[in-house]
């Protein structure tokens, strides 16, 4: 199957919509959350149970797999999908938010970024060219384009030069892009700057075009409400028949209310990294599982969740191999995190196709007001 | 179902026999191997990741569920089968070993022995008495009694004492013991001294009597040859009815060599451990899965397997995970692995109904001769 598209419903109320993506591997209901598969693993997770619990879509994160094992490895055994055991659409990033992030040194020309790894400090030069040979090397479904992440703070002149770069990359990944079994998506930049956000929208999207869009140099460490007026002013300037993507997005209020805006898809590693660190999701109440009330808690860790963790587990076993470091323990929490945000998809896609959606989010919000943020 | 051991069938010319022991939790084959569940999970796996594989029981250390969570919380929730949801029989041993080769301090009288937890450093005080009232608290199917495990190398006379010691702790096991639905094991010590095992099997299962007998203090540091000639002059001596456990051993040519000695039981932590450890059991080879000649591998890690890991996973894979530090890489390891042990019993057993157990021990011995051993 061909990539494809398609708007299915649209909330009357909010910019919400119900929508389905078409890949050569398989369908993707959207709104979608993508568990995030870095190395090629959902974190201590067998691809079986990520599918089982639901995902539909995983992202997984082309710097990592570039440096190691490298792409032409993965490209010998007819990438990814068959390499990492995962039959299922799969996105892979740039690769930029990484080498922004996470390498040792890095130098950015208008042709590419220079960078060290964070794993034996070798040197390695990637640019808009090299970002599309690698993930067509990968074989994801979809690509995305080599975009700078501008940080925040930036001046308004910072964040227009940053964008100028990523149009010029994102005009060059298009140009370069040989397969036809992949999609690729274009980058919105522009900082914080509801002007820049405008400019690069058309750029991006008018003057050259792809098969989707994302939101991103969100969540990088700007205040939540600037973070969510960016969306909710960008994403009803995207064009309606494409996909709406905000990268690194995020906790279950900030997917809750993006969707509000007309956002279709997300990635994000809390619910996996935060479930390693023993903090469990549920709709009422965060169950830090470390924590001494539990000792007796025969109950689940959520009564009214569905997954296996919760279905044959008390919260008491939870917090013995969570305090005895078993590896079980992050199995099963990363088992019912991943499930939760599965859940809430699901809820929030029965919403839109009820035309409740605005009822259920602010029954959501009016529900999870006093729990604070999960990040950690 | 009460508990009970029938020989189904004996081998013609070995000592190896065919059994099957009932329990209130199920039946077990024998020779069976227990993959060891040590803080009441077998480390990275799912209850049915271990199900599946083919284990029928498992093996779980009361000094640590006593340590932590403590028997009284798993008392609470009707035993250790339903808190660690293994809906199939479990034996615990009984907390001697470890004392006696984890705690920090240990001082033993002939009423019991004073330790402190290697965890907080708290003092601890267990008697002959208390290890059993343990062991009912959990619930476990098969208990042991506790004994001091004779330290290799022991003169005559300290083995003989420590043997003395074990018998009169026997006995205090047995009459303390309330629980008609668990069965108890009586262990044979006496170090390497046949003599003292003659004397030990006298006193432990003629003047006292058991469900099943242990050899103990083996695989403590003793040379191969010692233990298993150990075994092969102890074995004859343990009634036939009953059956006969070998703690802590072993390596998969220390099982089919004890088999052939008349050997029922087995559990170790050597496929489990191996597992983290980046060492993956085959037949024919040793696969060390860091090495570098296994990053373009795409056979798994045995072709003659039937594990989820061998039917879905690349050397090439398993290497870059575990090269990753991913999580996943040690489930996939521990299930081959385990697996791996699964199958080696399965053959004994077939191999023994079908009266050609020496045949296969010989050709099994020809072709691991070259392997050398897998303790790391």
Redesign the interface.
């Known amino acids: 199957m061909k990539y494809a598209f398609k708007v299915l419903l649209k909330d009357p109320v909010s910019a919400a919509r119900l929508g389905k993506i078409y890949t050569p591997h398989g369908e993707v209901n959207t709104p979608v959350f993508m568990p995030v598969a870095t190395?090629?693993?959902v974190?201590?997770?067998?691809p079986e149970m990520v599918r089982n619990m639901g995902a539909e879509m995983i992202l997984v994160n082309t710097y990592?797999l570039y440096l190691?094992?490298g792409h032409s490895?993965i490209n010998?055994?007819n990438g990814l999908h068959k390499?990492?055991?995962w039959n299922a659409p799969i996105l892979t990033d740039s690769g930029g938010f990484q080498i922004f992030s996470l390498s040792a040194l890095r130098k950015i020309t208008d042709d590419g970024v220079i960078f060290q790894s964070h794993i034996d400090g070798s040197r390695h030069y990637i640019t808009p060219e090299t970002a599309i040979e690698i993930q067509e090397a990968l074989g994801s479904d979809i690509m995305m384009c080599l975009d700078e992440c501008t940080p925040y703070p930036a001046s308004f002149e910072e964040a227009e030069k940053s964008l100028e770069l990523t149009v010029n990359w994102a005009r060059r990944c298009k140009n370069i892009k040989k397969s036809n079994e992949q999609a690729l998506f274009g980058i919105i930049q522009g900082g914080m700057y509801p002007e820049l956000r405008r400019r690069a929208i058309e750029e991006i999207c008018l003057n050259i075009g792809f098969d989707g869009y994302a939101l991103g140099g969100l969540s990088v460490g700007e205040p939540k409400d600037i973070m969510m007026n960016t969306v909710k002013t960008a994403a009803p300037l995207l064009p309606e028949e494409k996909p709406r993507y905000v990268m690194g997005v995020g906790t279950p209020e900030d997917i809750v209310a993006c969707v509000d805006y007309g956002i279709d898809m997300f990635d994000c590693v809390i619910p996996t990294r935060c479930a390693r660190n023993g903090l469990l999701f549920t709709n009422h109440e965060k169950v830090v599982i470390k924590h001494a009330r539990y000792?007796?808690d025969?109950s689940p860790p959520d009564e009214t969740c569905d997954c296996?963790t919760c279905r044959?587990?008390?919260r008491?076993?939870l917090?013995?191999?969570f305090?005895?470091r078993?590896?079980?323990a992050?199995?099963?929490n990363t088992i019912h995190n991943v499930r939760h945000y599965m859940r809430l998809t699901e809820q929030i896609r029965e919403a839109i196709k009820d035309g409740r959606y605005a009822d259920f989010k602010k029954a959501f919000m009016e529900r999870n007001i006093n729990q604070g943020g999960y990040e950690n």
């Open positions: 190395q090629g693993s974190k201590s997770l067998t990592h190691r094992p490895i010998k055994f390499f990492i055991n000792k007796e025969t296996y044959n587990y008390s008491a076993y917090r013995h191999l305090m005895a078993e590896i079980l992050m199995v099963l």
